[in-house]
């Protein structure tokens, strides 16, 4: 497995947090399109910020084999940063629709 299609997945599981929070928060919803495109978006961001502390798709990678604990983690940041994508949007939405 190349660092690449960690990527692809850690994106991919960012997008199935945020389309999970629609079904907990309904009022935070997008639609569909929406909540994939925060997902995207909340997951890459966090992975670029909190991947330098050493679970980024190369570390994962790097002795040639998958160490899948830097794998668990960086899906559960990936996963917590589609959420918050989502969450931190709609506050951004209520707040500019009130001014």
Do not use: E
């Not at 660092?3 to 999970?20: Q, V, Y």
């Not at 991947?51 to 990936?78: A, C, E, H, M, W």
Request: a positive charge.
């Amino acid at each position: 497995m190349t660092d690449t299609l960690i990527s692809l997945i850690s994106i991919l599981i960012g997008i199935i947090g945020a389309n999970i929070t629609k079904y907990i928060f309904k009022k935070k919803s997008f639609g569909i399109i929406g909540n994939t495109i925060a997902g995207v978006f909340g997951s890459i961001f966090f992975i670029k910020s909190f991947g330098r502390l050493g679970f980024d798709p190369k570390s994962i990678v790097q002795l040639g084999s998958i160490n899948y604990y830097l794998f668990t983690i960086n899906s559960i940041v990936s996963f917590l940063g589609g959420v918050i994508g989502v969450i931190l949007i709609s506050k951004l939405k209520r707040t500019m629709g009130n001014s």
